[in-house]
């Protein structure tokens, strides 16, 4: 499989000394302008404070929730559900997935990647030397590094994945593409540029941006755009423009102008020089022009590119600091955070149990599962309500056992806390007391016991 030339020329390294492009030069080549004149690249895009809250906010969500190891059993056709926290994968989801970087890192710049480029990558380093089935560690791989191969099939009549190229540390090798992790985004059209042809099939080239990214383009040139006017105002000692009048006798060459032009920037530009006196001869004087009604709107201008950004990423934008508007996501902890799970984070979390459970397991016995109930414990008494009701009482009969409810709290199980309340006709339930050890009864009774 023989690679287009320019995968050759442009080299993935810190800076190559044939080409002497570095990697933010090499990025420059593929960025996406914008309206504002500010190229908006994934790594350009990241220094824009509300699309870094946008992904601090999504990536800091997903890192909350325990990644489940659940054991699945067919049960007169359906499938009953049990959790497998004794696994071993359990450790690499939850802990550390390489043994250097904690398993909140790892998702991070998981989610981060995910949210600019449209796709991250996480490579599956297996036992025996890559020859044995079980995973021993889980390693990130960013972007950058990674070139997607593909090859065409005659029978599917598609361009396949056959493979990863990878460059690291001056190396090339490559990852099967059932040895990597590939969670997928919505991602930026790819022109007949963008693309690689290969000499047996098609190389698709990896997208500059997201779909996020490439559709809020615009109102991400703006924010960076207004940050360097704001930081090269301030910069100059928050100055404005200033003119600098003679009288009509006082007549001036250009070599003079140039001059005089050139000291009064040496002498009183930059925030240094801002409270040294002015002297000027011959009478001059120095004018400040004032604001225009359009560089005074310039906050409320990034306002709405916020609001703009996070409709883009799916979040609320009060999440993310802007909050002169009224919220209609609920006005509870727990409203929000279910909505924000619902609408935001649910089609992260689809992506990234299917594809950890196609690649590591690649059978129904075992799947993946976040426990999104940790992201809503932050009302213990919605929470405590909803425990209550489910483990039954003077409403009606329980579908939950105590001891499951202790084990979503990570507490121990307690005798007697395997049975399911359940009132017999007339209010009375001869299993009450094994059901309920040492509890009153009814609702109350179940709950305290729990």
Same mark, same amino acid.
């Given at each position: 499989?023989?690679?287009?030339?320019?995968?050759?020329?442009?080299?993935?390294?810190?800076? +190559?000394?044939?080409?002497?492009? %570095?990697?933010?030069?090499?990025?420059? $080549?593929?960025?996406?302008?914008?309206?504002?004149?500010?190229?908006?690249?994934?790594? /350009?895009?990241?220094?824009?404070?509300?699309?870094?809250?946008?992904?601090? !906010?999504?990536?800091?969500?997903?890192?909350?929730?325990?990644?489940?190891?659940? =054991? @699945?059993?067919?049960?007169?056709?359906?499938?009953?559900? /049990?959790?497998?926290?004794?696994?071993?994968?359990?450790?690499?989801?939850?802990?550390?997935?390489?043994?250097?970087?904690?398993?909140?890192?790892?998702?991070?710049?998981?989610?981060?990647?995910?949210?600019?480029?449209?796709? /991250?990558?996480? &490579? $599956?380093? @297996?036992?025996?030397?890559?020859?044995?089935?079980?995973? @021993?560690?889980?390693?990130?791989?960013?972007?950058?590094?990674?070139?997607?191969?593909?090859?065409?099939?005659?029978?599917?009549?598609?361009?396949?994945?056959?493979?990863?190229?990878? %460059?690291?540390?001056?190396?090339?090798?490559?990852?099967?593409?059932?040895? $990597?992790?590939?969670?997928?985004?919505?991602?930026?059209?790819?022109?007949?540029?963008?693309?690689?042809? $290969?000499? #047996?099939?098609?190389?698709?080239?990896?997208?500059?941006?997201?779909?996020?990214? #490439?559709?809020?383009?615009?109102?991400?040139?703006?924010?960076?755009?207004?940050?360097?006017?704001?930081?090269?105002?301030?910069?100059?000692?928050?100055?404005?423009?200033?003119?600098?009048?003679?009288?009509?006798?006082?007549?001036?060459?250009?070599?003079?102008?140039?001059?005089?032009?050139?000291?009064?920037?040496?002498?009183?530009?930059?925030?240094?020089?801002?409270?040294?006196?002015?002297?000027?001869?011959?009478?001059?004087?120095?004018?400040?022009?004032?604001?225009? =009604? *359009?560089?005074?709107?310039? !906050?409320?201008?990034?306002?709405?590119?916020?609001?703009?950004?996070?409709?883009?990423?799916?979040?609320?934008?009060?999440?993310?600091?802007?909050?002169?508007?009224?919220?209609?996501?609920?006005?509870?902890?727990?409203?929000?955070?279910?909505?924000?799970?619902?609408?935001? !984070?649910?089609?992260?979390?689809?992506?990234?149990?299917?594809?950890?459970? &196609?690649?590591?397991?690649?059978?129904? &016995?075992?799947?993946?599962?976040? #426990?999104?109930?940790?992201?809503?414990?932050?009302?213990?008494?919605?929470?405590?309500?909803?425990? &209550?009701?489910?483990?039954?009482?003077?409403?009606?009969?329980?579908?939950?056992?105590?001891? *499951?409810?202790? @084990?979503?709290?990570?507490?121990?199980?307690?005798?007697?806390? #395997? *049975?399911?309340?359940?009132?017999?006709?007339?209010? %009375?339930?001869? +299993?009450?007391?094994? /059901?309920?050890?040492?509890?009153?009864?009814?609702?109350?009774?179940?709950?305290?016991?729990?």
């Amino acid at each position: 499989m023989q690679f287009w030339p320019l995968s050759k020329l442009f080299k993935r390294s810190v800076k +190559n000394d044939i080409t002497g492009l %570095t990697m933010d030069q090499f990025a420059s $080549m593929f960025a996406m302008p914008s309206w504002s004149g500010q190229d908006v690249t994934p790594e /350009s895009a990241a220094r824009a404070i509300p699309v870094q809250a946008c992904c601090a !906010l999504i990536s800091g969500g997903i890192t909350a929730m325990p990644l489940r190891i659940v =054991s @699945r059993t067919l049960v007169d056709g359906s499938w009953l559900q /049990s959790p497998a926290d004794d696994h071993p994968y359990w450790w690499l989801f939850n802990e550390s997935p390489d043994g250097e970087i904690s398993a909140a890192q790892f998702w991070r710049r998981v989610l981060t990647h995910k949210l600019l480029f449209g796709e /991250s990558f996480a &490579r $599956m380093n @297996r036992t025996a030397g890559g020859r044995g089935i079980d995973v @021993r560690e889980i390693i990130f791989v960013p972007n950058r590094q990674v070139q997607t191969m593909r090859q065409w099939n005659p029978v599917t009549r598609r361009a396949e994945i056959v493979g990863y190229k990878i %460059t690291a540390n001056a190396r090339i090798f490559g990852v099967l593409p059932e040895d $990597m992790l590939h969670f997928k985004d919505n991602q930026a059209l790819l022109s007949i540029s963008q693309q690689s042809i $290969m000499g #047996d099939g098609v190389s698709i080239a990896q997208p500059p941006l997201s779909a996020v990214l #490439d559709s809020t383009r615009q109102a991400v040139g703006i924010v960076l755009a207004i940050e360097e006017y704001c930081g090269r105002f301030f910069s100059n000692g928050g100055m404005p423009k200033t003119v600098l009048k003679f009288p009509a006798g006082v007549k001036l060459d250009d070599k003079q102008i140039n001059a005089l032009r050139d000291s009064w920037v040496k002498k009183y530009g930059g925030a240094d020089n801002s409270g040294l006196p002015l002297i000027l001869n011959n009478g001059g004087e120095a004018t400040k022009l004032t604001f225009t =009604s *359009e560089e005074m709107q310039m !906050l409320e201008a990034r306002k709405f590119q916020v609001i703009d950004i996070a409709r883009g990423f799916g979040v609320p934008p009060f999440m993310i600091g802007e909050t002169e508007k009224t919220s209609a996501w609920g006005s509870g902890i727990e409203q929000m955070s279910q909505a924000f799970i619902r609408y935001t !984070l649910a089609p992260h979390i689809a992506e990234i149990e299917q594809e950890s459970t &196609r690649k590591l397991f690649g059978t129904a &016995r075992y799947c993946t599962d976040f #426990d999104e109930e940790a992201l809503a414990r932050g009302d213990m008494k919605s929470l405590g309500e909803w425990f &209550r009701q489910a483990l039954g009482g003077a409403q009606g009969p329980g579908f939950m056992r105590i001891n *499951e409810v202790r @084990r979503r709290m990570n507490l121990p199980a307690v005798p007697g806390g #395997d *049975e399911i309340y359940n009132p017999l006709p007339g209010g %009375t339930n001869d +299993n009450q007391s094994k /059901s309920t050890p040492g509890a009153g009864s009814g609702e109350s009774g179940a709950a305290e016991a729990a």
